[in-house]
């Protein structure tokens, strides 16, 4: 989930840039730089509806769907740039498809919600939670460090070497990286038991003691 995550937050730009030819977008900077502020503010209103939809469906749900969401969200890019190069960056199928790049791409930020959240909720007590939380931000620091470099490079080589693939080395990658992310989430349960009702129960037993 954080590779996949910085792995693209790293990588867009240079994609953005690389001429359409080549598989890109081939925008100038002010406008990648316009696409990065969009992109920055659809994934912080995607955040809103996160805590009734955690109520409603489980922040395990979400986890899921949130991963399920890179499969398009990998797809439709090679889509952006076939779009830029037979239709124009300034139509209605390019901002459509911008459109919905984004509002994809947004969704899988719940990820991040939500692995906090379930860590939370799987921690036998507040003492533990201490720890398991520390444990989950050292996790997240290694694919944070790793993921820009692979990133980029990958994308440069499969530039580089368009034979292998038709050009599409990266985005097949990225693709069986995603697919096992959701594959993996699959195995994972819900919690067996809720900390917060055992905690208030026990408050309750004491208050009545």
Known sequence: MVLLT????AT?????????????????????GIHMSVRSVVHIVILFPFSRLQERFSAMSLYRVSLIAWIPTIML??????????????????????????????????????????????????????????????????????GPA?????FAFAIQHREILRGNFFWVSMLVLSVIAVLHSLTLREASHDRREEESRD???????
């Open 150 to 154: 692979l990133g980029t490079s990958t």
């Open 12 to 32: 867009y730009p240079l994609f953005a840039f690389t001429p359409i030819e080549l598989g890109g977008l081939g925008l100038s900077e002010a406008r990648i």
């Open 203 to 209: 408050t309750s037993r004491q208050e009545i003691i």
């Open 77 to 146: 890019f090679p889509l952006l740039s076939f779009i830029a190069r037979n239709r124009g960056e300034d139509g209605v199928w390019w901002y459509l498809g911008l459109a919905v790049v984004f509002s994809v791409w947004a969704i899988t930020g719940w990820s991040w919600a939500s692995v906090f959240v379930l860590s939370s909720s799987h921690s036998p007590n507040e003492d533990a939670m201490a720890t398991v939380q520390a444990l989950v931000s050292s996790c997240v620091i290694i694919p944070q460090a790793i």
């Open 6 to 9: 910085e792995v693209f937050f």
